[in-house]
Antibody
Framework: QVHLVQSGAEVKMPGASVKVSCKAS????????IIWVRQAPGQGLEWMGW????????YYIENVQGRVTMTTDTSTSTVYMEVRSLRSDDTAMYYC????????????????WGQGTMVTVSS | DIVLTQSPATLSLSPGERATLSCRAS??????LAWYQQKPGQAPRLLIY???NRATGIPGRFSGSGSGTDFTLTISSLEPEDFAVYYC?????????FGGGTRVEIK
């Protein structure tokens, strides 16, 4: 069965960094990309970016560019997302999801989701 | 960025009724639009991809239509478990974007 399992909840001070993991199982890791989505409390979904585990190519939205880095460890089928210089408005549930690689352009729809990781930024 | 506008924001219906949700894109996305369902405390679940294709395991009462800038998600007869928030999402162009969501609530 296909699963994405994320790391546990985090509480961080403003200005700190957080690294969230997303471990894939049940499929061939390099056949699909991984995207990250966040959801602030009571709000909608914000797509943050994606990584192609095949070649390490990434795309980040402008809003987080320079503060977010997505990486992969193909030996453990795990994707990581690090967010630096945390602010209070980074407080959110962070989800990873599988996104099939398209022949051209952006990836396909997000068919498998992790359970979410709550990141709280508070002094 | 492509802006997706969902309407209505809230839909109040009774079980057994038909639900029609709209998603309008600020520029054409061909048929590269997906729909997701999210229940409280849960991750989103893919319902429809590429405008009209049901994802694996999704019941036949869910259907999607549209192309270009106007898309519709229809739930033919609401079941109790269908009351949730629904989001559309485009992959026609970078960056990928979500709509603001439509809440389907019990009347």
């Amino acid at each position: 069965q296909v699963h994405l399992v994320q790391s546990g909840a985090e509480v961080k001070m403003p200005g700190a960094s957080v690294k969230v993991s997303c471990k894939a199982s049940g499929y061939s890791f390099n056949t699909a990309g991984i995207i990250w989505v966040r959801q602030a409390p009571g709000q909608g979904l914000e797509w943050m970016g994606w990584i192609n585990p095949n070649n390490g190519n990434t795309y980040y939205i402008e809003n987080v560019q320079g503060r977010v880095t997505m990486t992969t460890d193909t030996s453990t089928s795990t994707v990581y997302m690090e967010v630096r210089s945390l602010r209070s408005d980074d407080t959110a549930m962070y989800y990873c999801a599988r996104a099939p690689v398209a022949k051209m352009g952006p990836p396909g729809a997000f068919d498998i989701w992790g359970q979410g990781t709550m990141v709280t930024v508070s002094s | 960025d492509i802006v997706l506008t969902q309407s209505p924001a809230t839909l109040s219906l009774s079980p057994g009724e038909r639900a029609t949700l709209s998603c309008r894109a600020s520029q054409g996305v061909s048929r590269y639009l997906a729909w997701y369902q999210q229940k409280p405390g849960q991750a989103p679940r893919l319902l429809i991809y590429d405008a009209s294709n049901r994802a694996t395991g999704i019941p036949g009462r869910f259907s999607g239509s549209g192309s270009g800038t106007d898309f519709t998600l229809t739930i033919s007869s609401l079941e109790p478990e269908d009351f949730a928030v629904y989001y559309c999402q485009q992959r026609g162009n970078w960056p990928l974007t979500f709509g603001g969501g439509t809440r389907v609530e019990i009347k």
